[in-house]
């Protein structure tokens, strides 16, 4: 199965497969979508009572301007950075899931208002290189008088348990479009010229009384120039072996890595497939 890598960026990925079948592909994707692991806050937990700022003396509510339900699943949408090779579930840690350095990452939180809080605000307790990799998302307004005081907990899952764990956003595959034109009697000059026009990423062109693909590759297979020429001089027919693969992450891992662990997991499992089904009678 060749793929060939069209970008790949730090938190972007777009590749051509080539000889897959449309299901191949899609496993991809669903791996990608649903079981990539990451570390992600899981849990909060909120100072109750007043809360003493020892610089001035000064008496502030442990209260926002949102519910702390709200407040913790803003944290948890906060993206952690995750190195897969230091950091477990802790249902496969060798603390027995107790909670150890390598399923567990502490952050607190202490802000007094009036301010807003924002992600950097989060601090990781132990190791600064896992503070949150957006610093500028805002997660609530504080009023005067108002206080945040929390502590919260980071562990590893993936998509399959809450949304807040999934890694990659966007992914999209689908079949290469090729562009076939034939012009058919009866279809004028006019009516090629309106049909390039209606392309929406512009790569129909029309010169010299023909009309011309400049690069296919970029084609949405949206169906406008079929729809525009009524003669049928143009077709969209989707290659059943060659699919794009297409996605974006979080920052939490790499495409990279994103795209290694998916194909990775998908062997195993697989491989955990033939083997059960070898062990039938």
């Known amino acids: 199965m060749p793929a060939t890598i069209e970008l790949l960026q730090p ?42 700022d020892e610089a001035t003396g000064k008496d502030y509510d442990s209260s926002t301007s949102m519910f702390d339900e709200g407040v913790a699943l803003r944290l948890g949408l906060l993206p952690i950075p995750t190195d897969l090779s230091q950091f477990r579930r802790k249902s496969e840690c060798a603390c027995g899931g107790t909670g150890c350095p390598h399923c567990q990452v502490m ?18 307790i132990a190791d600064p290189t896992l503070a949150i990799l957006e610093p500028d998302v805002p997660i609530v307004r504080l009023g005067a008088r108002q206080a945040l005081l929390a502590y919260a907990t980071a562990v590893v899952g993936s998509a399959r348990d809450h949304g807040k764990w999934q890694v990659a956003h966007g992914v999209a595959s689908f079949p290469r479009p090729h562009v076939r034109i034939a012009k058919k009697e009866g279809c004028s000059e006019a009516c090629l010229k309106r049909t390039a026009a209606s392309c929406p990423v512009r ?15 970029k084609c949405i297979d949206c169906g406008a120039c079929e729809a525009t020429c009524e003669h049928g001089s ?10 794009f693969l297409r996605f974006e992450t979080d920052g939490s891992l790499t495409a990279r890595e994103a795209l290694r662990y998916a194909l990775k997991d998908l062997k195993r499992r697989f491989e955990e497939l033939r083997e059960a089904i070898q062990a039938i009678p």
């Open 11 to 52: 938190r972007a990925a777009s590749l051509e497969i080539e000889g897959a079948s449309a299901s191949q592909v899609n496993a991809i994707r669903r791996t990608l979508l649903a079981d990539l692991p990451r570390l992600a806050i899981d849990e909060v937990e909120f100072h109750l009572g007043p809360i003493r």
């Open 107 to 124: 952050y607190s939180v202490d802000r007094k208002g009036p301010c807003t809080v924002y992600a950097k605000d989060v601090v990781p």
């Open 203 to 217: 790569i129909l062109e029309f010169a010299q009384g023909k009309l011309g693909v400049s690069d296919e590759t």
């Open 234 to 243: 143009i077709r969209i027919e989707p290659d059943p072996e060659r699919f």
